[in-house]
């Protein structure tokens, strides 16, 4: 539904301790949870259904929130991207989700399980294999999925998710009938953790009524502990008005069971809430959030344990001051609906808590993607939370960046999804991830996944996304999966992605280099050699470069290790300091057993001063660049291109070349 709703602001990143003290938010209702209606999607024929319910265009200025206040302008700095891309994409990292249904926008969302992903959309539900085999697709409605607990063919606004320690995919959906005034939350559990087969289904009252005017629910939120499922979502009068958000808490293990169970309400002022997906097997916290204000968010922990009622608690954490944001822009005059700074994603892992949203900066015009994370420190128990590092997906001032979804695996590495647009793009998926040693509030340089073809729309404002997901693999607990939104020149499309954020390699076997050489004769060693490479022993390797017709001035070594590496390695990384020119490049090869050709790394700038770096690969690809005998070879390359003025020649200084291996 129409989710334009708060607030702008500006720059700032890193840490800050919690503006306010922690409040306390008494439940006002139980909720009442009948028995599940228990249906199985194998009874459905043909398991591929076209399309079903209202085809519905979401009117632009259909239901808007409260902006939040301005904050308090203050000193902290977001982080912005790096040169170096952290993001390793699989043998398919890409592949077509649900396709256009008539509603506007798509609402996407994707869960993976083992050996499944459920992909929603309004207002249709599908499953699919991991590499994309469309298995089963139906409708929401009472016709549909939901039938026999639907009360209206008005569903909408779905998401998913799956629940790794209950191995159950989960589903909502909420549905309205404005002249019944009715509201209702439609709940769904995967009998096992193949969606295909039996479901227990439930709805769940989400009218309430205040000084006698009646509200329904919008833009849910969503998430999990180990013990519960939480959903909320924005009330609107069904005259007018609005009155906050509803909080709904109820016990998971008797969804699983289909039993009767009852829950708790809650409503708090704040619009928009996040819930988490929390992946801590023994935490009874559950965490969410929303924007406060344009320099705070609003950290939720619902506190308690198996049945009994939780306790909300809610605390405000200052974060870098920004601007509401504008639309996107896209092609032939377009704008995209970049929404209204809200939280679109939240996720909790590892005593940290991720979220995300479209802003734009104080010191900028352009929309970025913000990200946040925050360390629980304990709380609500115990201590505050603070803001551990925010960081801005920018680019030039000619693009936007928006609609990013956010999670963080079991390494405590960030994945991000989103919208790229500009008056020459019509809009891309973009991914990017960073490393939990990376610098605070730095991302790693973004990878496309995904263009649109043609344009998108009408001439104007055009409705996009209002929200995409990402889940965590839970078969390695590493792997990213999202979805975004693209247009074929028409109507909007779906894309289901998958990538991992590349190892950050600090122990292991450490190999020691067998032979160094020029690399096709780009530079000859003046000093030092294969020994010097060893240690910190203050024994360099110095290469004088050689022209190299139209790449410039290059020097380039090639390094081999021959002395055993095992093919059950999980990860190598080649750790180097290398010193090149003033304005250089430094690029790394390694080279591929398979194809029997040098695949490249990684590039980096240089300074004329030394740089100690790390180039790594992990998972399946790691294979690819191991002989038979142990055997890796990697060639070191620095190069001015001529039109640098690449015609000087300078020394290329390489020391401490080890490669670094982590075993299975």
């Not at 290469?543 to 380039?556: D, F, R, Y």
């Not at 290398?578 to 790394?601: A, E, M, R």
């Not at 100690?612 to 291109?641: C, E, H, L, Q």
Request: proline letters at 5%; glycine letters at 10%.
């Amino acid at each position: 539904m129409r989710y334009s709703l708060f607030f702008a602001a500006s720059l700032v990143c890193l840490t800050s301790l919690a503006g306010a003290q922690s409040q306390q938010i008494k439940p006002f209702a139980q909720v009442k949870v009948t028995k599940a209606v228990v249906t199985n999607t194998y009874d459905v024929f043909p398991q591929i259904q076209p399309s079903r319910g209202p085809s519905r265009v979401q009117d632009t200025n259909e239901r808007e929130v409260p902006r939040v206040p301005n904050g308090t302008v203050n000193s902290l700095k977001a982080g912005r991207t790096t040169s170096e891309a952290r993001v390793e994409l699989g043998a398919k990292p890409k592949w077509p989700g649900i396709a256009a249904t008539g509603w506007v926008p798509p609402d996407p969302t994707a869960a993976v399980g083992p050996n499944h992903v459920v992909v929603t959309v309004n207002s249709d539900i599908a499953f699919f294999s991991k590499t994309g085999t469309k298995l089963f697709q139906q409708g929401m409605g009472p016709d549909g999925f939901f039938s026999g607990v639907s009360t209206t063919d008005f569903v909408f606004d779905p998401k998913t998710f799956y629940d790794p320690g209950a191995k159950r995919f989960f589903v909502i959906c909420p549905e309205l009938d404005d002249a019944g005034k009715t509201s209702g939350m439609l709940v769904a559990v995967s009998a096992t953790s193949d969606p295909r087969g039996a479901w227990n289904k439930f709805r769940i009252d989400t009218k309430i009524t205040d000084n006698s005017a009646d509200f329904w629910l919008d833009y849910p939120g969503f998430g999990f502990n180990k013990d519960r499922i939480v959903f909320c979502g924005n009330m609107f009068g069904f005259e007018s008005g609005t009155a906050g958000t509803l909080i709904v808490s109820l016990n998971k293990a008797n969804l699983i069971a289909g039993n009767t169970a009852d829950g708790q309400q809650y409503r708090v002022p704040n619009f928009s809430l996040q819930w988490a997906k929390g992946y801590d097997a023994n935490l009874d916290v559950l965490y969410g959030a929303a924007v406060a204000s344009t320099s705070s968010i609003k950290l939720f922990a619902l506190n308690g344990t198996g049945s009994g009622t939780a306790t909300l608690t809610s605390t405000d954490v200052t974060v870098p001051t920004f601007k509401y944001p504008n639309g996107g822009r896209s092609t032939n005059g377009r704008t995209l609906d970049a929404l209204d700074a809200r939280l679109l994603a939240v996720g909790s892992r590892n005593g940290r808590i991720v979220a995300s949203h479209g802003i734009v900066p104080l010191n900028a015009s352009n929309v970025s993607a913000r990200w946040y994370e925050f360390l629980t420190q304990g709380w609500p128990k115990s201590g505050s939370p603070k803001l551990n590092q925010a960081g801005d997906i920018l680019g030039t001032s000619d693009t936007d960046h928006f609609m990013p979804a956010i999670n963080i695996n079991k390494n405590n590495a960030i994945g991000v999804v989103y919208t790229r647009s500009s008056a020459n793009i019509t809009a891309d998926v973009m991914v990017a991830g960073r490393r939990s040693t990376d610098p605070l509030g730095t991302m790693g340089k973004p990878t496309l996944l995904a263009s649109s073809k043609g344009t998108y729309g009408g001439q104007g404002y055009n409705r996009w996304g209002d929200y995409f997901s990402v889940e965590i693999d839970p078969s390695d607990s590493l792997t990213f999966w999202g979805i975004g939104m693209v247009s074929d020149g028409g109507p909007w499309l779906t894309q289901v992605v998958n990538w991992k954020v590349s190892a950050d390699v600090t122990s292991g076997n450490l190999y020691k280099a067998t032979s160094v050489k020029p690399y096709q004769a780009l530079g000859k060693i003046e000093a030092g050699g294969l020994s010097s490479l060893w240690a910190a022993d203050g024994a360099l390797l110095q290469q004088a470069s050689a022209s190299a017709g139209a790449l410039g001035q290059a020097a380039a070594l090639e390094i081999t290790y021959t002395n055993g590496l095992k093919l059950s390695t999980d990860t190598f990384a080649l750790r180097l300091k290398s010193k090149g020119p003033l304005k250089g490049t430094l690029n790394i090869w390694v080279y591929n057993q398979k194809t029997k050709v040098y695949d490249f790394l990684e590039a980096k700038p240089t300074s004329g001063a030394f740089l100690t770096t790390t180039f790594s690969v992990d998972g399946a690809k790691v294979a690819n660049y191991i002989a038979t005998t142990g055997a890796m070879k990697f060639v070191v390359r620095v190069a001015v291109p001529a039109r640098q003025g690449g015609t000087a020649g300078f020394a290329h200084i390489v020391d401490e070349a080890s490669l670094l291996a982590t075993s299975k």
